[in-house]
């Protein structure tokens, strides 16, 4: 045999040997994905958020070798309701309401969390932001994300501190917006529950969004007037037209039709100029509040498991856990769309680049202050003609809210006992663990 030949035979040799051993690695590879299994996932957010969530559930896979099937929509509720219906629900759903997560866990659509996150992790969130449908009861859900509320939103190069109390007594200077398709009226919601807060502080507050306060008491009915005293005619009828995201996008015109915007944490990443906006809390705004008020409210996106796998399981106990927040926030610290966390374990550094995402993140850290957000956490029903209500009121803001509040305090009574519409024993939080 020629040089030529054995040459060219010890290359096709080698060549073959290569295939044979990147099959085996690859067939080995594959084997080993396969053997660790899926996991389904069903949360709100899409676009850059959804990117964000995504390169977390990707770290998630690199470390575990678990595959993660995300679906993320806007219209969560819906999908959800559907596919629980079909007996198909994903393993984990992130749901974006601690009401809906009780009407949930009261059908027993979902998996207790006791066995599944270790109780070190459970208790490092507090009651607050591990929601029960009785106060000893097990814990269906807990925030993975969370948003500061009572707060309002101003361009600080254009204005500041000094000059916002004066701006806020002239309705035309609010920025307003209630459109939002089928949820439409929740920052109307938002409105008569944080004025009712800044008033009447945490206890009147948690009795009423528990179902303990009549829709009818004066006191509700004070925030409601205070509500409709604020705005003029224009005002409330551009509210009704304007979606709640195009609406404080206005702040940063070069002629802006308005000054403030009372709006959660989440929309900074919408405004054109994020780096120009700066808040300060709400009580120092509102028509007849406590000044000197420290309650906040806030809202939270609640992990929970409808499926109970090993493969569920693990990716509950990774998403709770402060190291995995802090690769998510981390990975997302410079972007206008990063999360914050309700998982006081999580460092600062690690919920944004700058003073005001400081002092949210610092903020959310107060279980003792917080509330969550009412509307959010009342049965569907309830909630849904809350809505409703607020989009009739601002409409005549003229009108009385008496009637209005009667029709609210039928639907309150006629919840009483059903068994698949549960209020909540408490939306407050009190003093967390030392730490």
Known sequence: ??????????????????????????????????????????????????????????????????????????????????????????????????????????????????QVIPSRDRTAYGQLWTPRLSANGSVYGIAVKADLKSIVWYDRDRRRPGTLAALATDGRQWCVGMGDDATSGWPGTDWIEDLLLQQQGRSVYQDWATGGLPWTDPRMRRAWESWGSLFGRDTARTALITDFRKAGSKLFDADPPCALEHQGSFIRSGYPHPEKADFTFSRSLLPDADRGSTAREVSGDFAAMFRDTPQAQELMRYLVSADAQRTWGRGTATKSTHPFFANPDVPLDAQGDDEVDRNIAKTLRDSASLCLDASDAMPTRMRLAFQRAALTYLSDTTRQPDGLLRSLEKVRQGLRGARDQPWLPRVCGSPGPAR
């Open 1 to 114: 045999m020629s040089a030529a030949k054995r040459s060219g035979q010890a290359t096709a040799t080698v060549l073959g040997l290569w295939m044979v051993l990147l099959c085996v690695v690859g067939a080995g590879d594959t084997s080993g994905w396969q053997s660790r299994g899926s996991v389904s996932v069903l949360a709100s957010w899409t676009g850059p958020e959804g990117d964000g969530f995504r390169e977390l559930l990707d770290t998630f896979t690199r470390r575990t070798g678990v595959h993660v099937d995300y679906q993320g929509t806007t219209a969560l509720r819906e999908v959800l309701s559907s596919e629980v219906a079909s007996g198909t629900p994903p393993d984990i759903a992130v749901l974006p309401s601690s009401g809906e997560l009780a009407a949930y866990a009261g059908q027993r659509q979902l998996t207790p969390l006791d």
